[in-house]
């Protein structure tokens, strides 16, 4: 069962999410903030596998609280979710350490697919997303990604975990460790998510 921390100013919009999260059994909501400022005491206090965080919050607002979460030690998984996909939004939440970020518009069992995801470190970007970073203008890379590097990362972005990408391409996990800090290295980021989303907006991936 994966715990929850629902982040959301509006009590109607977390109202509707706990209720939709209670009633399936994978999901135990083990708590609600109406701002940042309660999302990182309740984040310290309550230690979720994910935080389902809304963005633009009073006081404290969403991209704020991930940061201030990871400094405090906190590790759960971060998934955005929230009704804006500007390009300086989504980048921003992502550099700051989320670890998907999806719109609230998305249909039910992709939400909780999306969870799911977040809860076993896996990127996610809901398609609508991944094209608002595609359309951003596109940097240059210090170098080119390879061919396999490219094959690794686009795994990842498809939700595949380190060994199920070495089992995929018969390479050892080592290995494909070596390619994302290449992957890392290149692009200029730190983490899974920032490369995805660094490499939509770059061209390097492509959705299907």
């Known amino acids: 069962m994966i715990s929850l921390l629902i982040v959301d100013d509006h009590p109607v919009v977390r109202d509707g999410l706990r209720g939709m999260f209670s009633d399936d059994p994978r999901f135990e909501v083990v708590g609600e903030a109406g701002d940042g400022e309660e999302a990182i005491a309740a984040g310290e206090k309550l230690r979720p596998d994910v935080v389902l965080m809304d963005l633009r919050m009073p006081k404290v607002d969403g991209v704020a609280a991930i940061k201030e979460l990871a400094g405090r030690g906190v590790t759960a998984r971060v998934l955005v979710l929230t009704t804006y996909d500007t390009d300086s939004d989504v980048l921003r ?20 697919r999306a969870v799911e995801a977040a809860a076993q470190g896996k990127a996610t970007l809901s398609p609508a997303v991944a094209t608002r970073l595609m359309g951003q203008m596109r940097q240059p890379a210090a170098a080119p990604l390879s061919k396999r590097e490219t094959e690794v990362l686009e795994l990842i972005a498809g939700g595949s975990t380190n060994r199920e990408v070495a089992k995929h391409l018969f390479i050892s996990e080592s290995t494909v460790k070596t390619y994302l800090l290449q992957v890392y290295s290149k692009l200029g980021v730190n983490d899974r998510a920032a490369a995805v989303a660094t490499a939509y907006s770059r061209g390097y991936l492509t959705l299907p």
């Open 93 to 112: 939440a992502i550099e700051a350490g989320a670890t998907g970020y999806v719109l609230k518009e998305m249909p039910r069992e992709e939400l909780f």
